[in-house]
């Protein structure tokens, strides 16, 4: 049974044009403790089917449900990272993971021992004062996680989050995120247009096809983790 379920699903962008169509027909399943990842060519929609998850986006067509319940718009149960960074510049680092639970009305004690424990777990206890915009691009997207996992979801999903940082500074960000993703057991939905990327860090990739997108195969990956 899947903790994150989408049938049937098909969204159309409304452009100058008339309607787009981007996903036709996908379903996928992403059961509780899994890492799932999306992949497939630029521009067949795996942003558009995540932020469906992430209920940002409605779909045309078909339901998107988390734990059987239909998706009506952003919750605390889904946690989003983003490519770009996306931080409050004008927040430091601490700040930056703690906004979530602020929004919830959390208490400032409470917010900051939740955000000094996995702020911990991610390696970055000793920036926890520092402006984003004194810290390289790995550890922006560190925080940019640490901040998705803040109000304690169920799945984090992430969009391409490491596309834009060099192979090095990549190969360390996977394996944090395996780290986290197995301390906090939490499932994972993962966008990637790298196949390698997809396949050290998964327990089941999707493949799109290309525009519109559909899902067209189901692997799991039989490689046992490092
Ligand atoms: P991917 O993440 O696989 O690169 P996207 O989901 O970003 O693909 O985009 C799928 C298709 O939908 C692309 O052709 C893209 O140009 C189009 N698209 C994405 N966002 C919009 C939008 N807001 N309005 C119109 N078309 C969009
Ligand atoms: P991705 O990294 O997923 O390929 P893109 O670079 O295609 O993302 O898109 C970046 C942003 O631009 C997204 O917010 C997307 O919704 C928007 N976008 C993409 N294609 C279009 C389009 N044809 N019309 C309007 N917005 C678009």
């Given at each position: 049974k899947g903790l994150i379920e989408v049938s049937d699903f098909c969204l159309s962008y409304e452009t100058l044009d008339g309607a787009m169509s981007a996903v036709e027909d996908a379903d996928l399943l992403v059961r509780p403790g899994e890492f799932v990842s999306i992949i497939g060519p630029s521009g067949c929609g795996k942003s558009t089917l995540l932020n469906a998850v992430a209920g940002f986006l409605k779909p045309t067509r078909g339901t998107v449900t988390v734990d059987g319940e239909a998706v009506k718009g952003p919750g605390a149960d889904r946690g989003m990272v983003f490519q770009q960074y996306s931080l409050f510049p004008w927040k430091t680092v601490r700040e930056n993971v703690e906004f979530g639970l602020k929004m919830r009305g959390v208490s400032a004690d409470e917010r900051?021992?939740?955000?000094?424990?996995?702020?911990?777990?991610?390696?970055?206890?000793?920036?926890?004062?520092?402006?984003p915009d004194r810290l390289s691009g790995g550890m922006k997207q560190r925080v940019g996680i640490v901040r998705a996992l803040a109000t304690g979801p169920r799945v984090l999903l992430l969009d391409?989050?490491?596309?834009?940082?060099?192979?090095?500074?990549?190969?360390?960000?996977?394996?944090?995120?395996?780290?986290?993703?197995?301390?906090l057991e939490i499932s994972v939905l993962f966008v990637t247009h790298d196949i390698d990327e997809a396949i050290?860090?998964?327990?089941?990739?999707?493949?799109?096809?290309?525009?519109?997108?559909?899902?067209?195969a189901e692997v799991t990956v039989p490689l046992p983790r490092p």
């Open positions: 900051k021992r939740s955000a000094r424990t996995l702020l911990g777990l991610a390696g970055l206890s000793q920036f926890e004062d520092q402006y391409e989050p490491f596309g834009a940082l060099d192979a090095q500074t990549r190969q360390i960000m996977q394996q944090i995120l395996t780290n986290l993703w197995e301390r050290f860090l998964s327990d089941r990739i999707y493949v799109m096809t290309a525009r519109p997108g559909s899902i067209k």
